[in-house]
């Protein structure tokens, strides 16, 4: 089962299970997302217009990460005056994970699960970038969790007395010339 929904004034054709990358919506990594605004549902050869939309048929699906697009680059030029300004533009999009497609009497749902990978991780995973990995896995959503689990008992030494540091050995005077002429 399939449908058509449009977001963001463009129009995709989607199914249970698929990856869909739209323009920004608002909302948290793993939050819920439904589209009313269902143009068509199709089914094998069964299919259901609307007009302008099927009542009653709904698409939800989940939020995986808000983020930057590829960048566009803008050129200007006019021949022979000299002049050329060039500049780039990086459009805000939303990945989304297509849960379910609901209408007509029939109800599709994908039976995986979400994962919450934000794509700058799996590409810094896949280049081996162990430091940018750390640090991508220190600010995801999921983490956070485990930060303040790791961070309690640093809070719980901290509290108790802690012990003075030593203080480094000073370095011995340089001999001055009159001393070596001894």
């Given at each position: 089962?399939?449908?058509?929904?449009?977001?963001?004034?463009?129009?995709?054709?989607?199914?249970?299970?698929?990856?869909?990358?739209?323009?920004?919506?608002?909302?948290?990594?793993?939050?819920?997302?439904?589209?009313?605004?269902?143009?068509?549902?199709?089914?094998?050869?069964a299919?259901?217009?609307?007009?302008?939309?099927?009542?009653?048929?709904?698409?939800?699906?989940?939020?995986?990460?808000?983020?930057?697009?590829?960048?566009?680059k803008?050129?200007?030029?006019?021949?022979?005056?000299?002049?050329?300004?060039?500049?780039?533009?990086r459009?805000?999009?939303?990945?989304?994970?297509?849960?379910?497609?609901?209408?007509?009497?029939?109800?599709?749902?994908?039976d995986?699960?979400?994962?919450?990978?934000?794509?700058a991780?799996?590409?810094?995973?896949?280049?081996?970038?162990?430091?940018?990995?750390?640090?991508?896995?220190?600010?995801?959503?999921?983490?956070?969790a485990?930060?303040?689990?790791?961070?309690?008992?640093?809070?719980?030494?901290?509290?108790?007395?802690?012990?003075?540091?030593?203080?480094?050995?000073k370095?011995?005077?340089?001999?001055?010339?009159?001393?070596?002429?001894?």
């Open positions: 089962m399939y449908a058509v929904i449009k977001t963001g004034g463009k129009q995709y054709r989607v199914q249970a299970g698929d990856l869909l990358v739209v323009e920004k919506l608002d909302g948290e990594p793993g939050a819920e997302v439904a589209f009313g605004d269902v143009l068509m549902l199709g089914d094998g050869e299919i259901t217009l609307g007009a302008p939309l099927v009542d009653g048929a709904q698409v939800s699906a989940t939020l995986i990460e808000t983020r930057k697009g590829e960048k566009v803008i050129f200007k030029k006019i021949r022979r005056q000299g002049y050329r300004r060039t500049k780039g533009h459009q805000h999009e939303s990945v989304l994970r297509v849960t379910s497609v609901a209408g007509a009497g029939k109800t599709d749902k994908w995986g699960t979400v994962d919450l990978t934000p794509k991780l799996l590409d810094a995973r896949a280049r081996n970038l162990k430091n940018v990995v750390a640090e991508l896995e220190a600010a995801a959503p999921a983490a956070p485990k930060a303040k689990a790791k961070a309690a008992p640093k809070a719980a030494a901290a509290t108790d007395e802690a012990p003075a540091k030593k203080a480094a050995p370095k011995a005077a340089a001999k001055s010339s009159d001393d070596a002429a001894e």
